[in-house]
């Protein structure tokens, strides 16, 4: 029993001591931030989805990193901001970075070395399939309706336009998911487009329209909203936007 005993309670010490070393380990302390650029310029993209409690995040425009080395070889996501940056706090190390499918970009399979070496930025250079040009975003108090003027410019050849759409928004977080209301319509590459939508609270009236009516009106009682144009290509998940607008709506 003696032995037994003994034998127990080296077993116990090894396992503490086991446990204070796994939580000894130091945490990651460098920081890899970067940009997604298309000459030398930000792009806007949609803001990721994240849950209630913040540990799932879905939907926007993601990278990949990978490093070899260790006992599984998986990905870390790191998920790009509306404003085209980035950033993630890893162990120095050598990465992959790899751009995914699905961006408003065309797809490049081709992986980035990335050295990280204490903290440093990057640039992920990517080209569009459209940018939008020239927006320009007017309030009329006049019948309470908001309007979007801009121009889509095709970059990559034989890709089409789906759409193009204005969105309302009451905070800088503003995309064609995160809005109070938005607009679709058709639009002509190289051809100036304007969309105009009604943010009067009354005028949406109809069964289930109860939300867009009360936001919409606390919007206005704040006398500003936030606006955005997204472009959309045929065939990709995800739109090209331009920068969220802050927009006085003053009667």
């Given at each position: 029993?003696?032995t037994?005993?003994?034998?127990?309670?080296?077993?116990?010490?090894?396992?503490?001591?086991?446990?204070?070393?796994?939580d000894n380990?130091?945490?990651?302390?460098?920081?890899?931030?970067?940009?997604?650029?298309?000459?030398?310029?930000?792009?806007?993209?949609?803001?990721?989805?994240?849950?209630?409690?913040?540990?799932?995040?879905?939907?926007?425009?993601?990278?990949?990193?990978?490093?070899?080395?260790?006992?599984?070889?998986?990905?870390?996501?790191?998920?790009?901001?509306?404003?085209?940056?980035?950033?993630?706090?890893?162990?120095?190390?050598?990465?992959?970075?790899?751009?995914?499918?699905?961006?408003?970009?065309?797809?490049?399979?081709?992986?980035?070395?990335?050295?990280?070496?204490?903290?440093?930025?990057?640039?992920?250079?990517?080209?569009?399939?459209?940018?939008?040009?020239?927006?320009?975003?007017?309030?009329?108090?006049?019948?309470?309706?908001?309007?979007?003027?801009?121009?889509?410019?095709?970059?990559t050849?034989?890709?089409?336009?789906?759409?193009?759409?204005?969105?309302v928004?009451?905070?800088?977080?503003?995309?064609?998911?995160?809005n109070?209301?938005?607009?679709?319509?058709?639009?002509?590459?190289?051809?100036?487009?304007?969309?105009?939508?009604?943010?009067?609270?009354?005028?949406?009236?109809?069964?289930?329209?109860?939300?867009?009516?009360?936001?919409?009106?606390?919007?206005?009682?704040?006398?500003?909203?936030?606006?955005?144009?997204?472009?959309?290509?045929?065939?990709?998940?995800?739109?090209?936007?331009?920068?969220?607008?802050?927009?006085?709506?003053?009667?």
């Amino acid at each position: 029993m003696k032995t037994t005993s003994i034998i127990y309670t080296a077993l116990a010490v090894a396992l503490l001591f086991t446990a204070c070393t796994k939580d000894n380990y130091k945490a990651p302390g460098s920081v890899l931030s970067g940009r997604i650029v298309y000459q030398g310029q930000t792009l806007q993209v949609r803001t990721p989805t994240v849950n209630g409690s913040g540990s799932t995040t879905t939907g926007g425009v993601q990278l990949e990193l990978w490093q070899r080395g260790y006992q599984l070889f998986t990905k870390i996501p790191v998920y790009v901001n509306q404003d085209g940056t980035f950033s993630a706090t890893l162990f120095d190390g050598d990465y992959k970075l790899v751009r995914l499918g699905g961006a408003p970009w065309q797809n490049n399979t081709d992986s980035i070395d990335v050295q990280v070496r204490g903290s440093q930025s990057i640039d992920v250079p990517v080209v569009p399939y459209f940018t939008v040009n020239a927006p320009a975003f007017t309030f009329n108090k006049a019948d309470t309706t908001v309007t979007g003027t801009f121009t889509p410019t095709q970059v990559t050849a034989g890709r089409t336009l789906e759409n193009a759409a204005i969105c309302v928004g009451a905070t800088q977080f503003t995309d064609v998911i995160n809005n109070i209301v938005q607009r679709s319509e058709g639009a002509t590459p190289g051809a100036a487009k304007t969309i105009t939508i009604t943010v009067n609270p009354n005028r949406y009236n109809g069964s289930g329209q109860e939300n867009i009516r009360k936001r919409l009106a606390e919007m206005l009682n704040k006398q500003y909203g936030f606006l955005r144009i997204g472009v959309k290509t045929n065939g990709v998940g995800e739109s090209i936007y331009t920068t969220v607008v802050k927009v006085d709506m003053k009667f």
